[in-house]
């Protein structure tokens, strides 16, 4: 289908007020300021070019932000040969994925027994992981197996990729392979 | 095929006179995609859906046949069968551009003389010696062929015979398809096969999710490469990958047999302990894959830096070496056995999307830390507060590391036609969240400062790994990592000058190039282009949109568009030809050939790399260049020509071979990984899929999409329902011998009874996108999944399961014995000893 | 010049995206979180909030024949009339023609009388729930800053009707409906209504030589009953009455001389019997 | 498709529109009545002003009524700035507002000619305003009719004529009623006979008027005619809050019963038919939300 362009009457009302009056009685269509000035909200935002990040088809969207850098709406790329700016529900519904009260933004740190969440600052979380890492790694580092050079440990392991970026899988490939982690997997299995 | 990837880009779908949707829900799972099957309708195309149940696929189809779970080897061999007796295969692309030709060694035996089995069995171990399944050579070592396809052992007339029991009557007995619709469906597929039509066949996990999974995808390779429609417009096997970098995830190899690019990972299984060593054991002599060292060398190099040199092999001896299969599953069986400390699960969620979802989290529960990045809470992030569980018991010390969305980050995602595409940042993330690229830098850095002054040998890798991606933009926040200089790595750059590489065929084994990912290296071919944020699309193949591996190409193997001699098939199908003028390969898409390689070039014995290849054979990957109807030893474990086997649980005995199930399918036979081992008991097959409205955590709790489908249920035929006493809409129970979940009932005729050699067989669905938490909510089929998987990617078998099912609500979860005992020789210690290959 | 939809059912996959991007687009709430075991649909009805509903009807044979089986998807929304139920009902001028020829609501208007509700023959516009008082509406993914009755499409302290805009607000910066752009397979096409109804009858014409012979248009003409011809008009596979939509809709204001005259009969009837009784002696 | 789901919607309205809708056809019917009154009669004259005084109250305490079924009443408002001839609620409110100015003049006359008020103030009223009040007054009671009747749902859309007749005849009826209620209280046992009298003919036309509907609505009119609701609205709308008043009236009428009796008679009639007349719009209003859930009769809609 060809793109529908639509021809924007700006002067409101005006051309449809008599025969409306005709149809409806008196004066029937008395539009408020806020109708006057009635303008999509993503007017004059800054649109930034994206990816949905769900399934494999790969659309592409645009989101908009206002000013003040808050995310004012996410719809498809009409400029896309893949999605030509359609999208599924789940696509449609990006926006509730950043935007969402349910979202948990914040370091949370469960301590061995306890019952609950507690929030942690993020440094603090990075450093007790990062020597975490260490003492497992030193601890079940193997060096040989069978008389072969192995350099592994197998006591720790990673899940995860489907979901983030190239860049992102390489960084963690790279740094797995570097601790001699051997069992890394992601979704592309399943 | 060789590669990878699905063969097509999918707005070619639209180029389609036909196509065959099997193993796949495809306007439910890729509505967006569908729109080009939609496009290909309406231009006239016929379109087949192949499914356990009636969808929305199937309510858009021209030609809906239900069919059993699992079964679909059987279909897909007697379209095999079919094709080949009534002679209707695309005689000129078969004999060209296959294998067909090639004579099998004669000890090769198949599994009509084995009753399922193939030659070289061993019982003992459980596994084939593949040395039989092979071509026979002659004196100077070269495949014996037939290109009259007269010879008995040639690979055409091995198919003949192994799919000559795979019948219309077969496939009506079996798979509950009708004679007379298989053959209509025939008819259908060779009508729109040759010169001047193409077919394409579309799946997604209904077909790989099985004990003979990439079996499954085999057997539709034989049937698109019988009917020539593979490389050509319109035709290809599209594969509909789930996940959105998924495909990238596969590239770049989060997987612990692959090095990215697909490189196998160095195993001590074989003997790999040197540079050399690995590649004598992986490197194919013919073909593209002749150029293995380059790739390995300049990765090494994008690794490690200046530390790799030729004299320390390129720090080779850094890379861990596989003992076994580390796969998911064997190492939920190793985790729950003691013999897992730590555990990073990134944006996935296999407390609830995972099979043995339960297995799982017990399993977690003997973890000493647990590391989450994601953005919301989750059933593996809260596992220690798990329905039946006490956290006083569990002494995991459990980490949640708010993750950014999407729209909170730069950088590239793989989609499933191998097409990367940059994303720009949109806005900051919110909160304290951060990347995984800011998490996973952050801990290499702060791992180099805890190891800073060590002087261990076993630490070299990581002080060695070179990480400098400080990103220049961000200069107020010192430490956010740039996932453009990342690319820029992956691409690859001259280790001299730092200048980026523009091709892959510019890396070096000398150590001369760095890249960190060879088949990504054109994407970032100057320090300025970034070809993934390519943004020029058009309404043909739209290569300025995008960039796609390998060098920018939409449709792999395009060389088979063209005839032997260079020509288009036909006008209507003209994609990639031979300029006699210009004396090189042109057309709408990158020729995936070597762009001055005469079609009349001969290949030359005996040689290597693509000299060994003529002019004429298009599959590059491939050692011998031909697409391969018979797969030759090594290459696959479990079988050279796909067979049916029934899944491992299925209410239905092989009616083929005496062999039931894939005789080298993995199973854990465990006391917490069940099978329902008395079809008695549970005499209904399930299958598990996905629904449009869902994904998994990441829609659940959203409301616009919670409200679509707000509650797990279970779909079933109305007279079973009838039968058990359930009614539509209230709760229903379905149970297998590993537990049991609840769902709502959804009484439907969409779904029917088969009748399968006389036996009405009910089968039962549950989607796969519910867990426990967020506005939509239920119990996942996860719960109810035995762990098994197929022998050759470790996938496991989730499509076609058995079940039995009563009304009502399931009994609240009590509180898991984790010291339930698991016999000694049932543990799982180290990765399991199950032999890996490359892919 | 008047723009509209053309929904046409045989393309729609019932994927419900157009839900989804109406709801997004417009900040909408959802409705509540229960399943109703009736096919696909788990919304029901186009609603105050729903702007878009997506009608999954199942026609299954009883014999597994394998033919006849159909499965009709069909994505509803306001019909803006060429007449209209409500905009004529609305007592506060709330409801207005706008300069695309759409029915559109004032949300800073509406006062919430709900005469509109019972005046539209199709059963499209409802009212809107206070959004803070009850625990129907799930507002999570709202901007939060934004929940402010001067910024977003409907007041969000309800209280008012609502229905579909035909995006207004997109409407005046050129762009396709939120619906329309979104749904992947074009089964809701937007543009000037003139232009789709021709492209609609074409469509018709096509399908019936392919044999899809209950192929009909739904409100592309005049509809009867006084209410025209609609704005969203529909293509069907079945009679309207399968995907819940009135046969014979009627415009109710053309019952009101008859109501007026009756009351005035009796009026009249009984002011004379009064007079008769009140003054004789 | 699930053969139970509703194509149309229901109304949101509740108790608060069934009184003003009651009170309206009251205040409407009371307004008749004042025109009716004969100022020569000393009688009369106590009962117009008695029915202009509780006219103008009612027409006080509707507009309130109304308002608190709003969504936002704090827009009350809003209805002022649009007349529209299509919309029975807005020419509804607009009527509301002339009668109440009506009313209240014609009040503030009778209250000045009683001394209650300076005298100076009953030129407020001109005559004219006697017969304005009259019009709209029936105005008033025949809109609460066509408010229901001019709608998609199919009840009410059955009843086109028949909802705005029985609404006028039921206001009158039940002004009547208060007005025999005011009168006995007020010791004005002669206007009590006449306006009893009146009544019955009106709770006659009324019923002739219901029993037409049921007759022609066929399906339409199930929700009302049938079912547990029928049964209240039979009790207490067509024996209790008709056929028994009028039964009463007319022994009345016949039988000269002592006066405390005969008083206690007209308490227990006039009440009888308020009650009736309330029940009626509570069934409408009732039934209409039963009927908006009815598919079949909202396929096809009664023309």
Redesign the interface.
Known sequence: MAKTTIDVTQGILRDVQSEIGKRVGMLPNLASERTKTLRGRINGAKATVSVCPYCAVGCSTVAYTDSTGMLLDVEGNPESPINAGHLCPKGSAIFGMTVNDARWTTVKYRAPFSHRWEERPLSWAMERIASLIKTTRDETFVREWNGKRVNHTRAIASLGGATFGIEENYLLGKLMHSIGVVSIENQARI | MGRGGATAWVPDLANADCILIQGSNFAEAHPVAFRFVMQAKERGATIIHIDPRFTRTSALADIFAPIRSGTDIVFLGALVSWLIENKRYFHEYVSAYTNASFVVRQDFQDTDDLDGLFSGWDAASGSYDTTSWDFERDAQGQIVTDETFEHPRCVLNVLRRHYARYTPEMVENTCGIPVATFTHIAEILAANSGRERTTAFAYAVGWTQHSSGVQFVRCSALVQLLLGNIGRPGGGIMALRGHADIQGATDIATLYDLLPGYLPMPSALRTESTLAEYLASNQKKTGWWANMPKYVVSQLKAFYGKAATPENDFCFSYLPQLIGDHSMLPTTFAMKDGNVRGYFVIGQNPGASGQNAELVRSAMERLEWFVNIDSFENETSSFWNREGADPSTIATECFFLPAATVLEKEGTMTQTSRMLQWHDKALEPAGTSKTDLWYFYELGKRLKALYADSSDEKDRPILDMTWEYDDPDEPGEPGEPSARKVLQEINGYVTATGEQVASFADLKDDGSTASGVWIYTGVFPDATTNRARSRVGDDSTSLGWGWAWPANRRTLYNRASADPLGRPWSERKKYVWWDETKGEWTGVDVPDFPKTKAPDTPAIAGASGMDAHSGADPFIMLAQGRAQLFVPAGELKDAPIPAHYEPLQSPIHNALYAQEVNPMMRQWRRPDNRYNDSPHDYPYVLTTYRITEMSGIMTRYIPWLAELQPEAFCELDPELAVEKGIRNGEYMVISTALGEMEAKALVSGRMRPLRINGKRVHQIGIPYNYGRMGFARGDSPGELIALSMDPNVSIHESKSLTCNIRAGRRAPLATPDIEMAVPAQMRTTIGESVAHGAQ | MATGFFTDTTLCIGCKACEVACKQWNELPSDGFSFTGDSYDNTVELSGTTWRHVAFVEQIAATPDGVEDRWLMSSDVCKHCENAGCLEACPTGAIIRNEFGSVYIQPDVCNGCGYCVVSCPFGVVDLIDSLGGTAKYSTANLQESRLDASKTALAHTGGVAGKCTLCYDRQTLGMVPACAKACPTDSIQFGDVATLRERAKERVTTLHARGETSAQLYGADDIGGGIGTLNAFFLLKDRPSVYNLPERPVLPSTRQPDGYAAAAVIAVGLAIAGWAIFRSA | ??DE?????A???GANVTTYLFLGGIMGGLG??Q????PRDES?RKLRRTTRIASFLLAAVNPPILIS?????E??L??M??????????V??WGLVLYSGAAGANMVRELAQSGVLPSWMRHFAPHALTFAQ?VLG?FT???T???L?????PL??AG??????A???SG?ASACALASLLSVIEGNHEACV?TE??EM??SA?EFA?LMDFRRVSGDYGKPMFEGPRAEKFRTVTLIGGIAVPIALNLLGQILPLPKPVDAARTVVASVLTLLGGYVLRETFIES?KAS?AV?QT??????
Request: with cysteine.
């Open positions: 498709m699930n789901k509703p194509l149309l919607k109304p949101h309205w008749l009545i025109l009716l009154c004969d009369m079924h709003l969504g936002r009443p827009r009350f809003h209805m700035r649009i007349v529209k001839l299509k919309s029975p609620m807005s509804g409110v009259a029936a009671a025949g809109y009719g066509v408010l009747s001019a709608t998609a749902v009410w859309a086109k004529r028949h909802i705005p007749a609404s006028i005849s009158a006449k009298r009146l003919v009106a036309v008027i209409g908006a598919r909202a396929i096809s809609q009664p023309t």
